[in-house]
């Protein structure tokens, strides 16, 4: 609120940066690697290519268990509680 009044006073822009907090930063960076790796599965699997699914399992498994952590720090509590 101060920075707003001060900018005002001021005559500068009254936008103001909008601070995020860290634990939605590393929540972003966790899903970009996440997301990421979905997509590389995605385009394989797009391109008529046979799914091996001996492989592509265990990736799901493993996106399963990151997106659960990604959300369990984001509302701040560990996998068991939902």
């Known amino acids: ?7 005002q006073l001021l005559g500068r822009s009254s936008e103001m ?9 590393n929540a972003w960076i966790e899903l970009s690697r996440t997301a990421s790796n979905l997509n590389q599965m995605s ?16 990736l799901l498994r493993q996106l399963q268990r990151d997106l659960e ?3 369990a720090g984001l509302i701040g509590g560990d996998r068991g509680n939902r």
């Open 1 to 7: 609120m101060a920075a707003l009044v001060r900018n």
């Open 17 to 25: 940066t909008v601070q995020v907090p860290l634990l939605n930063r």
């Open 43 to 58: 385009y394989h699997l797009n391109t008529g290519a046979r799914p091996e699914m001996a492989r592509i399992l265990p």
């Open 69 to 71: 952590e990604v959300r």
